[in-house]
C-alpha cells in the first residue's frame, strides 16, 4: 500500500514561518502531482497548492507570494514553507498525491492524515 505522513504543522505567531512536509511511502512506481489542500470546521477542502513532477507550481490567490512549494522526487517529498502566515491560514492542512502503485496501470490519489496549523493574532 501506499502511505502519506505529514509534519511541520503547529502553532505560530502572525508575520511568523513554518515548513510542511509530506513524504509518500510504499509500492510507489512514480508519484506524479503532489499538493496541499487545507480545511476549516464547517467549510470545503480547498487547494492551497500543486506542484508537477516536473516542478511546475500552482497557488491559490490567498497564498501567492507567501508559500513556497517543493519537492524531492528522490525521496517522494514535498514541502509547504509557509511565510507571513496571517490568523486566516488557520485549519487542517492535507498533503495529496497521485501515484501509480508498482504493477498497477493506473494512478490513484491518496491523502495524508492531515496536519494543524494555527496561526495566533
Known amino acids: 500500500q501506499v502511505q502519506l505522513v505529514e509534519s511541520g504543522g503547529g502553532l505560530v505567531q502572525a508575520g511568523g514561518s513554518l515548513r510542511l512536509s509530506c513524504a509518500a511511502s510504499?509500492?510507489?512506481?512514480?508519484?506524479?502531482?503532489m499538493g496541499w489542500y487545507r480545511q476549516v470546521p464547517g467549510k470545503q477542502r480547498e487547494l492551497v497548492s500543486t506542484?508537477?513532477?516536473?516542478?511546475?507550481?500552482n497557488y491559490a490567490d490567498s497564498v501567492k507570494g507567501r508559500f513556497t512549494i517543493s519537492r524531492d522526487n528522490a525521496k517522494n517529498t514535498v514541502y509547504l514553507q509557509m511565510n507571513s502566515l496571517k490568523p486566516e491560514d488557520t485549519a487542517v492542512y492535507y498533503c495529496?498525491?497521485?501515484?501509480?502503485?508498482?504493477?498497477?496501470?493506473?494512478?490513484?490519489?491518496?491523502w495524508g492524515q492531515g496536519t494543524q496549523v494555527t496561526v495566533s493574532s
Open positions: 495529496n498525491a497521485a501515484i501509480m502503485r508498482l504493477g498497477a496501470s493506473d494512478e490513484y490519489d491518496y
Open positions: 506542484i508537477t513532477r516536473g516542478g511546475m507550481t
Open positions: 510504499g509500492r510507489i512506481f512514480v508519484a506524479n502531482a
